[in-house]
Each structure stands twice: as C-alpha cells, then as structure tokens.
C-alpha cells in the first residue's frame, strides 16, 4: 500500500519568512514524487517532482529515503505562492499500472 | 498544450438520479482518473484507466462506475446518487511522454440535495 501523509492543514508564515511543507510517505519500492499546487480559481498544476531536481518559483524539494520525506521549501515567502499544496506518489498498482496518491494537501497563507 | 475539459462546472442533481461526469483530453494520453478533492481529505481516487475499455478502482470506488470507450474520454457515472456524493470532482490524463505529470481539468462541483 502507498500513503501520502502532510501533517498541517494550514500553514501561515509573513512574507519574507522561510517556508518549509511537509509530507511523508509510505511505499515499499522505489517512489517518484512530486508536489502539485492549486491557486485560487485556477485548475491543480504541477509545481516540481523529485526526479528534476529543479527549483520551480524558487520552491525545492529533496526526496530524503532514509526518513521517507519529501519535503517542501522556499528561503522567502512571497504572496503569490499563497495556495494549496499537495504532495503526491506515484507507484506501482498491484496489476503494474500506475497508481498516484495525493495527500490531504496544504493550505499556505501568506500575511503581507 | 494540453487540455483536459470536463462537461459541466456546476451541477446539481436529487438523491438517486443517475448523474453522468464526462471529461475529454485532447493530447492521446492513455491514463485518465477521476478524483474527488474534499476539504481536509484531500484528493481521493475513484478510478483510473490505463487504456480504452480498460479501468482499475482506485481508493473509494463505491458508489461509482466508469466508461471509456475512447482513449479521449472517460466518464464517471454515479449509479443512484447520494447527499454524500457531493463534492468536486476531478479528471485528469497522463502519459508516459510527459514522465506521467498529470494534467487536470477545472472541476466540476456536483451538489447532491
């Protein structure tokens, strides 16, 4: 069974202030994961996956194994990246397709 | 671009109507999923489709059943539809080329009364 598990439901920081979302996980191969955010009236989007290793609107993310983390992160908030955040994986189905699990997703707030 | 629509972005239905969901990609991707996102719960996958005529229940598949018939479009139907049926609903499509990013249509916000 694969679990996506992100502990705040809410989270506020001021602007300017470092940003850090969690999420863990639980899958017994190896997982691919990613991080997708929703702003206000727009559609779910992709914001970046472990496998890139990239900076994405200067958000990172570093797949840690050892304590099956994945982990969120922006030096300076900024109020624009006010939104909901949800963190997924990508595993195997028991019949070998691909299955995605998100999880209960992250509510940034911004204050100016 | 990819575009993933769905047929209707309201909708409200009476306890026990058959409800049908529709949602249409237009880049031939072959995986398709239907999510329902609540508050404080998440998304939660019904059903996916890996290829036309072909589907695989997701994590609440109970309630619900699906149709794809072509590799474009993949319906989710509520057989007899409940008051704890309401909710979003969410479609989205992926493929292998695109290293399985998913892309999501806008939602359609079912209210069952």
């Known amino acids: 069974a694969q679990r996506v598990t992100q502990p705040e439901k809410l989270l506020s920081v001021f602007k300017g202030a470092p940003v850090e979302l969690k999420c863990n996980y639980s899958y017994s191969g190896s997982p691919e994961l990613f991080w997708y955010v929703q702003y206000s009236r727009q559609r779910l989007q992709l914001l970046l996956r472990h496998i890139s290793r990239e900076s994405i609107k200067g958000f990172t993310a570093d797949l840690n194994k050892g304590e099956t983390s994945f982990h969120l992160k922006k030096p300076f908030a900024q109020e624009e990246d006010s939104a909901m955040y949800y963190c997924?994986?990508?595993?195997?189905?028991?019949?070998?397709?691909?299955?995605?699990?998100f999880g209960t997703g992250t509510k940034l707030q911004v204050i100016p | 671009d990819v575009k993933v629509t769905q047929s209707s972005r309201y909708l409200v239905k009476r306890t026990g109507e058959k409800v049908f969901l529709e949602c249409v990609q237009d880049?031939?991707?072959?995986?398709m999923f239907w999510y329902r996102q609540d508050p404080g719960l998440g998304l939660r996958l019904i059903y996916f489709?890996?290829?036309?005529?072909?589907?695989e229940k997701g994590d609440i598949p109970e309630g619900y059943s699906v149709s794809r018939e072509k590799k474009e479009r993949f319906s989710l139907i509520l057989e007899s539809a409940s008051t704890n049926q309401t909710s979003m609903y969410l479609c989205?499509?992926?493929?292998?080329?695109?290293?399985?990013?998913?892309?999501f249509g806008p939602g359609t916000r079912l209210t069952v009364t």
């Open positions: 997924a994986l990508r595993g195997s189905h028991s019949g070998g397709y691909q299955k995605v699990t």
């Open positions: 489709s890996y290829d036309v005529k072909m589907k």
């Open positions: 989205a499509s992926s493929a292998v080329e695109s290293n399985y990013e998913q892309y």
């Open positions: 880049m031939d991707h072959e995986n």
